[in-house]
């Protein structure tokens, strides 16, 4: 087996408490051995010098739109593979809100066999809790599972309907998959666009109050308290929504959360700009959330980031605010743009920002082998430059779409090479 070996790098893994220069040798799709000293050359096919940049595990996002089937003019499996590539993703998991959307067992064995047609990143799907995302009945749970499902949402929409919510749940605790839940009461917030405070009303926008978020949050953790599931809350926005899930923890409950890249770096300050490109599902909110949820990031109560990387044309994104559809860009820049404005001012450890973006979130899924550098694992690895810079320019973009407020920005950090099971896949030949 063809062996690479990749020294002179300073390894980070918080999963192992890894921190310092070191090496690293891949022999086949495995990583064979990690040190922090450097390896004899002679063992290696191929040696990498990584000149003293970080090497981090690949990075797994959680919650991603990749858009096909039914989507495609705004993404595709393979425009999407491209830009988690340049983000430094190598294993990404797909929503179902497709259309049609992942909810029968065929589909989802034929979005399979597309995903082994490309050279990219390994793409996992969730699938439907309900059939049609329609809320009104449960999909073919064990059999979308069988087929390949590694977990279950309405992601886009609450499963308003409680007894459904309970049902898959119910399997969950049988099974072991994580629910996905977009813990929104639309009942709340009806025709909302925007947080709902000072600055919605003054600027007459529709508003989506916190409870809508805190309402369903609680109902979810209720349930998954008496059905023993395993209940994850998406994009977490809210401040009290962390306290809800904090309690919940302490008396047994099983529940993980994710925060965006969005939602940590931009507050409703953004409505002033009346640019469409900030609105997001759900919204930026003020200071104070933004604070407490960098506060849970930093003490881990939030365990993953997750990009909700949703990609929309250049014509839906420049219309009116109040038609615009909800989303952002994330891929390719969530992990320059936290290094950015996080890491680098000293407001999160780059520790904690890499653990959220690796062991936490395959943990969550159950990948028992990714996210980490342990020897025995997947060789799935990113060589990030943290001095190097790079313009956010559509032409330096890889997705189908351009919705990004940091369009113009000059970011710091940039993924100089990825690894997926020990084949060089980036930078793209």
Known sequence: MKRTLIRQVHLLDPAQGLDGPG???????????????????????????????????????????????????????????????????TTVVAMPNTDPPVDRPELLRALRARVRMLKGPDILFAACISQGRSGKALSEILLLRDAGAVAFT??????????????????????????????????????????????????????????????????????????????????????????????????????????????????????????????????????????TLRQALREGHLEAVATDHAPHTTFEKTTDWLVAPFGILGLETALSSLWTYLVKPGLLSFSRLVEALTSAPARILGLKDRGTLRPGYRADLVLFDPEAQWEVLPENLYSRSRNTPLLGTTLSGVIRRVWVAGEEVFPFP
């Open 154 to 291: 309405d992601d886009g929409d609450w499963v308003r309907d409680g007894h459904l919510f309970y049902q898959v749940m119910t399997y969950s605790a049988a099974f072991g998959f994580p629910v996905l839940s977009h813990a929104q009461d639309p009942s709340l917030y009806r025709e909302g666009v925007a947080h709902e405070g000072p600055r919605s009303r003054k600027l007459g926008l529709p508003g989506i109050p916190r409870s809508s978020e805190t309402v369903a949050v609680f109902r979810d953790l209720e349930i998954a308290r008496e059905t023993g599931g395993y209940l994850h809350i998406q994009h977490v926005s809210a401040a009290e929504t962390l306290s809800l899930i904090q309690d919940a923890r302490a008396q047994g409950v099983r529940v993980t959360a994710e925060v965006t890249p969005h939602h940590l770096l931009w507050t409703d300050e953004v409505l002033e700009t009346f640019d469409p490109v900030y609105k997001v599902n759900p919204p930026l909110r003020e200071e104070r959330d933004r604070e």
């Open 23 to 89: 090496s690293v040798l891949i022999e086949g799709t495995r990583l064979h051995s990690v040190a922090l000293e450097d390896m004899d050359p002679a063992e290696a096919d191929v040696v990498v010098d990584g000149e003293g940049k970080y090497l981090l595990p690949g990075l797994v996002d959680l919650h991603a739109h990749l858009r096909e089937p039914g989507g495609e003019v705004k993404e595709t499996l393979d425009s999407g593979a491209k830009a988690a590539l340049h983000g430094g993703f």
